[in-house]
Structures are given as structure tokens and as C-alpha cells.
């Protein structure tokens, strides 16, 4: 069983605005918004003939739902360039998938406010569902301009070498 190290000074629960997505080996400029990562098993209900008149339950299949990655649009071509991996317009006839590598592992690392990593997710054989390049552009809007990824995967699993971290202490 794992060790969890107690930080008996740490009441508040942990913000969701710290984050940061890494993929190949290095984090993805710009991620503003991640969507939840999110699990579900469905329930297969039985009943043998001699039961009473219910029910019983036991797990069926578990499906992870896509996660949604958000960024302000720039010249950077992290998103362009997966997503052009799962369907690519230049590509030509037969090869618009590159069935070698258009599947990634990604990490979702979580920091509390002084930046110190807390908690980080392991998101396994992950690929772009769905990419929008641009969003609807609006003259009379005062926005950011922002793009998105879709990306299924088949499974999440925390990694638990990420221990909580001793928080540091500002003396004046």
C-alpha cells in the first residue's frame, strides 16, 4: 500500500487554476482549461428465479470520457500537429492516419499556490477526437481567441510517487 505523507498544516483543498499538461516529454504552452477527468462503470442489473422480486447489482464495462484541452491561439503547432496525425488533409490517398504514432500518453500535473507539484495524472493512449482550430470570430468582441482539443483515452491512473510536499513558510 502507499505511503501519503500528512501535511497537518494544510486545511484548504487544492485551487484548479495551477495546472499544466506535458506530452512528449515536455509541457504544452498555454493550456487555459482542462475538462475533468471522469470515469464510468455501468451497472449490470441480475436476478436469479428462486430471489425475491429484486435486483441485484454488479460492475459492467468502465468508459473514461474525452478530455478537452484549451489554449489562446499562437503560432505554436502542438495541437495542429496531433491532430494531423489522426487525419491529415495532405497526406494523400490511404495515408491521411498515421496508425504508428497518433496515439500519446499525456500527464496532468496539479501545483498549490507556491508552484510546488501536488498531484499528477497518468492519461494513457490518448488521440484527437476532435480539433478546432479557430473559434467564431467576432468584430465587435473584446476575447481571446481560443482552440481546442478532444482527446479520447483509455484510462487514467494517479501517480502516487507524487507525494504532498512540505509548504514553504514565508517569514517577515
Partial sequence: MAQFS????RF????????RIKWDGQYVAG??????????????KHREGGDPSSTRKSPGRTEYEAITLERGV????AFEQWANKVWSFNAGLGAETSLKDFRKDIILDLFNESGQKVISYHIF??????????????ANANAVAIQHIK?????????????????ISFTG
Avoid at 499562437?74 to 503547432?77: G, K
Fill in 125 to 138: 493512449r490518448c488521440w484527437v477526437s476532435e480539433y478546432q482550430a479557430m473559434p467564431d470570430l467576432d
Fill in 12 to 19: 484548504d483543498p487544492y485551487k484548479n487554476f495551477k495546472f
Fill in 151 to 167: 482527446l479520447e483515452n483509455e484510462g487514467w491512473q494517479r501517480d502516487e510517487a507524487v507525494t504532498e510536499p512540505t509548504e
Fill in 6 to 9: 500528512v501535511n497537518a498544516t
Fill in 31 to 44: 493550456v487555459s482549461k482542462v475538462t475533468g477527468l471522469k470515469r464510468t462503470t455501468e451497472v449490470v
Fill in 74 to 77: 499562437t503560432h505554436d503547432l
